[in-house]
């Protein structure tokens, strides 16, 4: 697979598990106190991260430097915690990523993806 096919390909796998997030947060309910009691909240949540980030290393290298506004080693490295700590990621963090940095990854892969000519 070429490199730009590559990347269009895992954005949309970036966007789907974004997605994944916001309908987990539906489910369960948009309130840090309800993510920070429930495991099965926290650990669905923590894989669709977990996911992002495996894809992310995926991204070509030309890719992840001409869109270097988006923090691409950060989300990586937030994968290799999520799937290295064993039950000690802080809640309150991944509540932020959640409610945050979530949304605008989703909205920039979005963005990306309706305008392909951007994606070199």
């Known amino acids: ?3 730009l096919n590559r990347d269009i390909h895992i954005l949309e796998h970036i966007v789907s598990y974004c997605q994944q997030i916001e309908d ?3 489910r369960f309910g948009n309130d840090g106190s309800i993510f920070s009691s429930d495991p099965i909240y926290r650990n669905a949540a923590a ?3 977990l996911q992002i980030g495996e894809l992310v290393g995926k991204l070509s290298e030309e890719f992840r430097s001409q869109h270097s506004s988006i923090p691409w080693r950060q989300i990586k490295a937030m994968r290799n915690i999520v799937a290295h700590s064993y039950g000690t990621v802080d809640p309150e963090t991944t509540w932020e990523i959640i409610q945050y940095d979530i949304p605008k990854l989703k909205e ?4 990306l993806l309706d305008a392909p000519a951007e994606i070199t």
Do not use: E, H, R
């Open 1 to 3: 697979m070429k490199p």
């Open 24 to 26: 987990t947060v539906a």
């Open 47 to 49: 894989l669709c991260i």
């Open 108 to 111: 920039y892969c979005v963005s």
